[in-house]
């Protein structure tokens, strides 16, 4: 039988796995917040959202290890990986020089993409409770452009209420100064954990399947990486009309285990 303390463990692992690869690139210090931003322990709640996982799994389009594997990579190079990442990548470069126009607008851009009502609460809820964690025990001292930019959007009467989640990764990575490549593998790799941890829970799968699953989708990740920071705001877009649908569908479920 599996346990929730056994997905959360093996969840770990393969995040730590992943990201020690680039430890020669990072100072220990930026490591750490890295590994502390996209733990599954950091208080956002993603272990409630399915992404339309669920649905698709009661429906019989993912039963095994090779299924998910399948759904997995496309929803990574053909749907929201690959575009939360270029959102992603956008706010931490306009972040850098400090554009708070051009981190408003990726905010409302990044919250008009959302195909469905479950996919707006899934990306809207996991990013407004990231901004928050992030300012009540991880603000960065206002040294930088980005660092200032944070503070701005995060205080005072015109602070920002609802963040997208890959916008408020992205403009805190830059006010920490994270490595462009670093943030975005972790964030594409906890996305794809999070994914397997679904699978694990609702299949169910097992522990090893679901590793094996985050093993297949490494080099799948290396490269998704490379392309979209060489990509721009012109090729955002998605093709995961199965997964939009599904995540549509979920919200009529009688009896559900996830949020979406």
């Known amino acids: 039988m599996t346990t929730a303390t056994g997905t959360h463990t093996s969840t770990i692992t393969g995040i730590i796995t992943m990201i020690t690869t680039m430890a020669d690139a990072l100072d220990t210090a930026t490591l750490y917040r890295l590994l502390a931003f996209l ?10 959202y399915s992404h339309g996982l669920e649905q698709v799994i009661d429906e019989g389009d993912v039963r095994d290890a090779a299924s998910l594997q399948a ?9 929201a990986g690959r575009s939360d990442g270029i959102l992603l990548v956008e ?10 126009a051009a981190v408003e607008d990726l905010i409302e851009l990044g919250l008009a993409l959302q195909p469905s009502k479950e ?7 996991q990013g407004t409770a990231f901004m928050g964690a992030v300012t009540a025990a991880w603000a960065p001292e206002a040294t930088t452009p980005a660092s200032r930019l944070l503070a701005n959007l995060t205080m005072g009467e015109d602070r920002i209420e609802t963040w997208p989640y890959p916008v408020a990764v992205g403009l805190v990575a830059a006010a920490w100064a994270v490595p462009e490549d670093a943030i975005l593998t972790a964030f594409l790799h906890a996305f794809a954990a999070n994914m397997v941890s679904v699978a694990i829970r609702a299949v169910p799968l097992g522990q090893s399947d679901g590793q094996r699953c985050l093993a297949a989708a490494q080099g799948r990740i290396a490269t998704l990486t490379d392309r979209i920071r060489a990509s721009g705001l012109e090729d955002l877009g998605t093709a995961g009309l199965l997964t939009d649908i599904a995540s549509m569908a979920h919200e009529t479920k009688y009896s559900r285990l996830f949020r979406s």
Do not use: K, M, N
């Open 39 to 48: 733990s599954p322990a950091f208080p956002i709640g993603a272990f409630t």
């Open 71 to 79: 759904w997995l990579q496309d929803v990574l190079t053909h749907g």
């Open 91 to 100: 706010t931490l470069r306009a972040a850098h020089s400090g554009d708070r």
């Open 119 to 125: 996919r707006h609460l899934e990306s809207s809820a």
